[in-house]
């Protein structure tokens, strides 16, 4: 039997915010799958504006972060997978064509598509970038057949579209040295949004044509799936900060207590629901009286503008009649009571908040801020050859032998 093979092993997922630094333990239990072994979020220090601003106060954060999650835990383990947010990537869609035989046509196999991706990969990345995910959009063969999968087609020619998704060298190997100073490594680095997608989203949802919004603390993400594959992703600038600093500059509070503020007391919904209802806030000692509808007044702008711009983006993607399964929302930002519904009514589309799509022995509260930390996790899961094995079905191995075999005749005979 696979699982009497299978090690119990554990990994974990490490989301760098600007505001809070997040990490989550799954536990590989056997080939029926993965659990959560806990999950654990610190205030972020050292790290400022996308980048470490300071490399032992980040370097120390990181530590306390992971250190108090192992110990909630009880798991010693030295490896993290990293995530990074829209704030610290960006893309870019190249295209290439090479060929692939001087005469004739042949079969294209697995080598040469292997071999267009990593030309398409060397012509798109710049001397400072990292490239995080190389998805390809379409491959073209000849210039005239279109094909998300052309192995085993007859062609001399084949090309391919592919979105990049690429972060600052300099950057990422700051962040990277802060985590082995913390005293661990880091296994692989993902963008976080598009493994969130990986649990929050159904295969149905990605093949039907579906939007990921990841509402972060400085910005917002917005990624468009169609056909399993991700078609396209833009940036929003406006958080969850944004309505605390709307908040704070209302009525005059720190950035910490106006987050208390808007965590107790926001609400995207119509004004109409509490405009006469009063609240007592606690300030250098002294309760002061404010009007709910001063705290609705102040993020109403922002709200709007947000709404607005996902409704744009969505529109300039030139998919809007391809979003057949609606919008699923994800990050912290996603839990101010209202927005959802605000969402819905300025889109028009179905929209929903996304969850954690895998069996739990106990469901977390708030999954959809946790859910790029865990998918960050099972990233790392699906990197092992455990997962593999307890993936694989009874005569694949021979089937992929037979097809190594039958790829090499066709390159060569």
């Not at 958080?239 to 005059?252: D, M, V």
Request: charged share 25%.
């Amino acid at each position: 039997m696979l699982h009497q093979i299978i090690n119990e092993k554990y990994f974990c997922g490490l989301d760098i915010g600007s505001q809070k630094i997040k990490a989550a333990v799954l536990h590989a239990k056997d080939n029926n799958g993965i659990d959560i072994a806990g999950v654990y979020e610190h205030k972020t220090y050292g790290f400022q504006n996308g980048a470490v601003s300071d490399l032992s106060e980040f370097s120390e954060c990181v530590h306390n972060t992971l250190q108090s999650l192992l110990d909630k835990t009880g798991v010693k383990l030295k490896e993290v997978y990293l995530g990074l947010g829209g704030e610290l990537v960006e893309t870019r869609q190249t295209s290439t064509v090479v060929p692939i035989i001087d005469k004739g046509s042949k079969v294209i196999t697995a080598r040469d598509i292997k071999y267009v991706n990593e030309q398409v990969r060397l012509l798109s990345i710049k001397m400072d970038e990292e490239v995080l995910h190389d998805l390809p959009q379409q491959y073209v063969v000849d210039d005239v057949n279109t094909a998300l999968n052309p192995k085993g087609l007859y062609g001399r020619k084949l090309g391919v579209t592919s979105l990049m998704i690429m972060s600052n060298v300099t950057r990422l190997r700051n962040i990277i040295k802060g985590i082995n100073q913390a005293g661990f490594d880091v296994g692989h680095t993902y963008f976080n949004p598009l493994v969130a997608a990986d649990i929050s989203l159904t295969d149905e949802e990605k093949l039907e044509g579906c939007v990921l919004i990841d509402i972060g603390s400085e910005l917002s993400s917005v990624l468009i799936f169609k056909d399993r594959v991700l078609k396209y992703f833009d940036k929003i600038l406006c958080g969850g900060n944004t309505f605390t600093k709307a908040i704070a500059q209302e009525l005059g509070l720190s950035f910490d207590l106006a987050e208390e503020v808007k965590v107790s007391y926001a609400d995207a919904s119509d004004l109409a629901n509490y405009q006469d209802e009063e609240i007592l806030l606690k300030k250098d000692n002294e309760y002061m009286p404010i009007k709910r509808d001063v705290i609705y007044q102040a993020i109403k702008p922002h709200i709007d503008q947000l709404v607005n711009d996902l409704d744009q983006s969505i529109k300039k993607s030139g998919l809007a009649q391809s979003v057949n399964r609606g919008i699923v929302a994800l990050g912290g930002g996603t839990l101010l009571p209202g927005l959802m519904e605000k969402i819905g009514e300025v889109t028009d589309y179905p929209t929903k908040l996304g969850g954690i799509n895998m069996p739990m022995d106990k469901r977390l509260r708030n999954e959809a801020s946790f859910s790029s930390v865990i998918g960050l996790a099972q990233y790392g899961y699906k990197q092992t050859f455990a997962y593999s094995l307890a993936n694989a079905q009874e005569g694949s191995w021979v089937k992929q032998i037979g097809n190594k075999v039958k790829d090499f005749y066709q390159e060569y005979f």
